[in-house]
C-alpha cells in the first residue's frame, strides 16, 4: 500500500524528490547505507538527517520508521 507522500513545506524540492523516491524498506536502506556514520553524541529528527546527509543509529532508525509511516508501512523500530 504506498500512499502519495504529502508536499512538506520545511525542505525544498530536491529533498521532496529524494524523499519520494523512498518508496520501500529496501531504498530507504539503501539511502540509509549511502549516507556517512555520525559518533557525535546529538540526535538528529528524520529532517536533519535528509538535510545534514548523516545519522547516528538511531537517527537511521527513526528516519526509516518516519519514512515507512508515510509510505504505508508500520513504523517499527524494535519487534519483538
Not at 21 to 41: V, W
Given at each position: ?16 524528490a529524494r524523499i519520494t523516491k523512498l518508496n ?25 538527517v535528509l538535510k545534514d546527509q548523516k545519522a547516528h ?24
Amino acid at each position: 500500500m504506498i500512499r502519495t507522500i504529502p508536499r512538506i513545506k520545511a525542505i525544498n524540492k530536491r529533498e521532496q524528490a529524494r524523499i519520494t523516491k523512498l518508496n520501500s524498506p529496501q531504498k530507504i536502506q539503501k539511502f540509509l547505507d549511502s549516507i556517512p556514520y555520525n559518533s557525535n553524541t546529538i540526535y538528529r529528527c528524520p529532517l536533519r538527517v535528509l538535510k545534514d546527509q548523516k545519522a547516528h543509529c538511531f537517527d537511521g532508525a527513526v528516519f526509516a520508521a518516519a519514512i515507512l509511516t508515510q509510505i504505508g508501512y508500520k513504523p517499527l523500530i524494535l519487534d519483538l
